[in-house]
């Protein structure tokens, strides 16, 4: 059962941006932080971004400047905007829905890549 939707990988060179997006029903937004990961080959899966319920939201140094994660509730989405991409942002993105002890989800992830 497929909770959480992801969106809007592909390819891009150096210097542009993409937009992700992570859709779920309306009770797994409302109650969780929501965050966005990834994981490039041969690596482990590291936290890119994530905002809690209040929109708090916390960066990887790596993305600071460059990425802004964002939630709409009225829409059930959470997204990461991707500015001035750099290859070594090229990585499967995942995104993640967590409420404590009760429930962590994880999105089929999205290919990013970014061309030198």
């Known amino acids: 059962q497929v909770k959480l939707v992801e969106s809007g990988g592909g390819l891009v060179q150096a210097g542009g941006s993409l937009r992700l997006s992570c859709a779920t029903s309306?009770?797994?937004?409302?109650?969780?932080?929501m965050g966005w990961y990834r994981q490039a080959p041969g690596k482990q899966r590291d936290l890119v971004a994530s905002?809690?319920?209040?929109?708090?939201?916390n960066y990887a140094d790596s993305v600071k400047g460059r990425f802004t994660i964002s939630r709409d509730s009225a829409k059930n989405t959470v997204y990461l905007q991707m500015n001035s991409l750099k290859p070594e942002d090229t990585a499967v993105y995942y995104c993640?829905?967590?409420?404590?002890?009760?429930?962590?989800?994880w999105g089929q992830g999205t290919q990013v890549t970014v061309s030198s």
């Open positions: 309306g009770s797994i937004f409302r109650l969780s932080a």
């Open positions: 905002i809690s319920r209040d929109g708090s939201t």
């Open positions: 993640n829905a967590n409420w404590g002890t009760v429930w962590d989800y």
